[in-house]
Structures are given as structure tokens and as C-alpha cells.
């Protein structure tokens, strides 16, 4: 009995040692280089509080958008925040009407397998009216590529299915 015994075993080696220039007298880490790579399925449940930005979900759900104002300063935050980064102040939430503009944005053509989108993803930086911060987030219904531009107006889209996570309540589009 050996390595047989373990069912999801892809395969055994010995990495070099890649600093080999810099060990003239041996690789140091000789004993560690044997090499045992599998292929391990996790699932996990995790049972999570949303604390301070709960309000923020409970309204996305009910298709409205918030952000935070600060007391002591004025800014508007949005993302929101309990506490003003700035002047250290404790916020209060602020509604704000979800249009804004397209600050920036990425298009990947790679994402993780577990986030199920639309491929390309686009993660688009906006600048909600009324907020002096970005928010980013996707990007859907946007035709071509082409169609995506700098300064272009969006708007927050709200979800009409299910969702796994609250942060999937919304979506940008444009407007």
C-alpha cells in the first residue's frame, strides 16, 4: 500500500530549486522539494452578518440606493460607510436616485468559475449622482463592447431573479 490509497492524487514530483545560483553550497530547502499535487473538492456554508452595511441590502431589495453622508464633513459615500474616512465621523445613510456616469472600466474575458457571469465581465467604475466617491460594480445590458464609453450616463438596474448574495440585487446598466 502507498500512494494508491490516495484517490484524488494527480501527481508526485521534485521542484528545483530556483534560486540555485544563489546556493552554491546546496539548496537549502532540499528536504522540502518532493512535491505532492491533488485535486480537492471543497464546499463550504458559511453563515454571515452584514453588520453596519446591512441597510444598504435591505434597501437594494426594496430597489432603492443608498450611501452614507458624514456629519462632520459633508461627503457622500458610495460605497457606504458607517465612519467618514476623511474627518472620522460617523455617517447617516442618504438615498440616492442610481444614476451616475462611467468613470472608468475593465473588461476581462477570464473570471473565476464560481462567479457565473456573462463573459466578457465588465467592471465598471461609476460615479453615482449626488456621491463624491466611486462605486464599482458590473456592467450589464450593453450591446457591443463598443458601445461602452467613458462620461456615458448608467444607471442602477435592480434584479428581478433570486440571488445567491445580496451584492447581485444590482447591477449597473446604462441609461
Known sequence: MGLELVSNLMEVYTAEDPMAFDHPEGDPWADFREIMRIEWTMDFKYKHVLGKYSKFFIELANRKFLATECKGCGKVWAIPRPLCSDCLSITRWKELSGKGTLESYSVSYFVPAFMEVEIPYILAMVRLDGADTLFT???????????????????VAYATEPVDHPMLLMHFEPA
Open 137 to 155: 460594480h458590473q456592467l450589464r445590458n450593453y450591446g457591443e463592447l463598443d458601445n461602452i464609453k467613458v462620461d456615458m450616463p448608467v444607471k
